[in-house]
């Protein structure tokens, strides 16, 4: 089976400068979660769907960030104007169930450089 | 609110070496305990986890963990390192079903294998 898919692998932008992230996770994998990790910190989480769904959105820095899910398959985020404090490697995982069973597969991670 | 602590930010070890990774946990009760391992341009992958039962939990690539409540505590061990198992592990913990069902992560440990 084909594993999470995060787009692009490496993303370098100007401070002010828009950029969108992109997940793809597991087919029928109806939970999504994104996270994030600034250098040498820990893996924070940002948001969790379910579905097209946000469930929680506790983690989101602010509203500079906007996370999507439209149809409940891929998600985006997209961070608008970006910050140097944005730099960081953005994790999505998915996972079929979130309860008792739930063990996220994760993707390779997407890298940002604000610059 | 649960909180995972990595105490060592980095680790070297000699290739055959035996290799022990800390991880402290803060719950207020025997929560989901997970280790996953990241290579270089690779995503996050689940060594093992611990739900109930045998403390003494065995994961893939010949990692085993210990989960000791006293302690708190949810250390990743190996008997003989390899040069291929240099990389990042990440600790991370969950609550029971009832509690928050999102996984907190470490800061992670980098592990330095000499030859």
């Known amino acids: 089976e084909a594993g999470v898919t995060q787009f692009p692998s490496h993303s370098v932008i100007e401070k002010g400068q828009t950029v969108t992230l992109r997940c793809d996770p597991i087919s029928g994998h109806d939970n999504l979660y994104w996270y994030r990790r600034v250098m040498g910190k820990e893996i924070k989480f940002l948001l969790h769907?379910?579905?097209?769904?946000?469930?929680?959105e506790s983690g989101m820095p602010n509203n500079r960030f906007l996370a999507e899910r439209t149809g409940g398959t891929y998600s985006t985020l997209k961070v608008q104007p970006a910050e140097l404090e944005d730099s960081g490697v953005y994790f999505c995982?998915?996972?079929?169930?979130?309860?008792?069973?739930?063990?996220?597969?994760f993707g390779a991670g997407s890298r940002l450089t604000v610059l | 609110a649960q909180s995972v602590t990595q105490p060592d930010i980095h680790i070297t070890v000699s290739e055959g070496a035996s290799l022990e990774l800390r991880c402290n946990y803060s719950y207020g009760a025997t929560p989901y305990l997970f280790w996953y391992v990241q290579s270089p341009g690779q995503g996050l992958q689940l060594l093992l986890k611990y739900f109930s039962g045998d403390t003494l939990v065995q994961g893939i690539k010949g990692f085993e963990a210990e989960f000791k409540r006293s302690q708190s505590s949810f250390n990743l061990r190996k008997p003989s390192v390899h040069w291929s198992d240099a990389a990042e592990y990440f600790c991370a913990v969950r609550a029971r079903p009832g509690g928050s069902y999102i996984p907190t992560f470490g800061r992670g440990t980098s592990l330095i294998v000499h030859p």
């Open positions: 769907f379910v579905k097209e769904s946000k469930q929680d």
């Open positions: 995982a998915s996972s079929y169930d979130r309860l008792e069973a739930n063990v996220l597969t």
